[in-house]
């Protein structure tokens, strides 16, 4: 989520979340994410995927409705709730697994799960430590298992506090 669409008082993360999801920008990301899935991962048949931070579950629930079983990962509990829901909804919850967990313990919290696919979009830049997370990936993975990773872009960042100022001067 971007600093625009940050919570705003009174708002739960999980509201935020879902604000910044119907945003042109987030459309747009979400389905450059899903072309990149189609185009550059092998999903023909049923892949046992990890959605690592989840959040309401709208990658799970797209990748649960092509056959796959995912496991959803997610720390903060209303948005875990709220992907339960979601899948739920969709008639899709018993493909998956909700597990509420940071990515700081995913390893510990699934140890012994190994993953065809593992999606981490847009969360590696909130934590402090990144290398160990991905060696959890990498203890996670299937042999031959692939690892999609998305994360902003600093230079995209810059242009866009750049296009944020001048909106703000009126140029």
């Given amino acids: 989520m ?3 669409h940050g919570a705003r008082s009174g708002e739960t993360t999980a509201d935020a979340f ?10 747009l990301r979400y389905a450059l994410a899903n072309l990149n899935l189609t185009t550059l991962h ?9 959605d690592a931070a989840a959040g309401n579950g709208l990658m ?38 909700m597990v509420q967990g940071s990515l700081e313990t995913i390893e510990g919290t699934l140890g012994g799960q190994r993953f065809d696919l593992i999606l981490c979009h847009h969360s590696l830049e909130y934590v402090a430590a990144v290398p160990p ?14 690892l999609s990773l998305i994360t902003l872009n600093p230079v995209s960042e ?14």
């Fill in 2 to 4: 971007d600093k625009e």
């Fill in 18 to 27: 879902l604000r910044y999801q119907e945003s042109a920008a987030s459309r």
């Fill in 42 to 50: 092998s999903l023909a048949g049923s892949a046992k995927v990890l």
């Fill in 60 to 97: 799970a629930e797209r990748l649960a409705s092509q056959g796959h079983s995912v496991t959803l990962y997610e720390m903060d509990p209303e948005m875990l709730q709220r992907a339960g829901q979601r899948l739920d909804r969709s008639g899709l919850l018993g493909r998956c697994q």
């Fill in 133 to 146: 997370i991905l060696a959890a990936f990498r203890q996670l993975s299937a042999p031959r298992g692939e």
């Fill in 158 to 171: 810059v242009i866009r506090s750049v296009a944020v100022i001048c909106r703000f001067i009126g140029q």
